[in-house]
């Protein structure tokens, strides 16, 4: 595991939108047991402050909770993971849209070519 | 928590530190950033009374500095201090004799960290392996505080990771660290608090992840700024 990093961004937030990535992919399961906050600091390469933030924050969004002194889990709760997935979705599209309205572009022009580009990525 | 309140020292008629204050907390890294010749080395050298300033106060965990603090703070100078002649092993052994604070254990597990051989006489190992056995030397001191000058210069990139790879271990973890450096790029996801510093004064202190939240701004986003601006 290891995450290319930009400058600009809070790295506690990268480092979360990192594990939403892998929930809304299915790399990470429900209920899923995850690295302690020293393991992750090591597999990310980051500041063990930087990995509890992280932490914290997933915390208490209800994306990972912790059981007394048991090793922290993904939330088993299935629709966080759903809305986990929408809310990437919508942001992506979000960012398209206001790229694609900035030079005019109709939408029926558009979505022809988000279909052939989308089926050509996919089958490489 | 290291305490530096308006620290001023003078070498001849130069003025180094024109009143330099700043704070280092405990589990935190702070990160002294400054070209060459801005006083970065004599403010570790103050903050360990190498070097007597004229005037200001450092504290350490609110005490100023004195015979015991030595087993609280340590500094990692940017090149050994250790007869070449010797034997890593030896040099250890040295550490053992002069601190009370020296943990053998942490030693060994460095020296496997790092794939070295304490057999190995220092005159013969490479720049790289003699920075990671410098290193070694502080690290292995249960100090609350460390202090490193430069610990990244003139290392090969592999190397680098290395050590960098340290800072994100148990080995650093709930101590304070002060580093320095001219070359943040490595370290600038690594580093708690950042420190700028020109010709003896300090331009700015900040908290690199607040920045980044608040100003969408990198830690090198920050240095342009304020050097440059």
Known sequence: MKIKFNNRD?????????????????VIEPGQEIPSRRELANQLKINPNTAQRAYKEMEEEGLIFTEGNLPSRMTTDEKVFQAVRSELILEAVDAFVNAVRTINVPLDEVLPIIEQKYKKECNE | MIELKNVTKKFGKKQVLKGVSFTAEKGKITCLIGINGVGKTTIMKAIMALTPIDSGEILINGETLNKGSYEKVTFIPDAITMLPSMKISEAFTFMADFYNSWNMERAKELLNFFNLNETDRISELSKGNTAKVNLILGLALDVDYILMDEPFSGIDIFSREQIADVFTSHLIEDRG??????????????????????????????DTEEIRETEGKSVVDVMREVYRG
């Open chain 1, 10 to 26: 809070p790295v506690y937030v990268q480092v979360i939108r990192h594990f939403k990535e892998q929930m809304a992919t299915g």
């Open chain 2, 177 to 206: 660290v002060i580093i320095t450096t001219h070359e943040i790029n490595d370290i600038e996801h690594l580093i708690d608090k950042a420190v700028l510093l020109d010709n003896g004064v300090i331009l700015k202190e900040f």
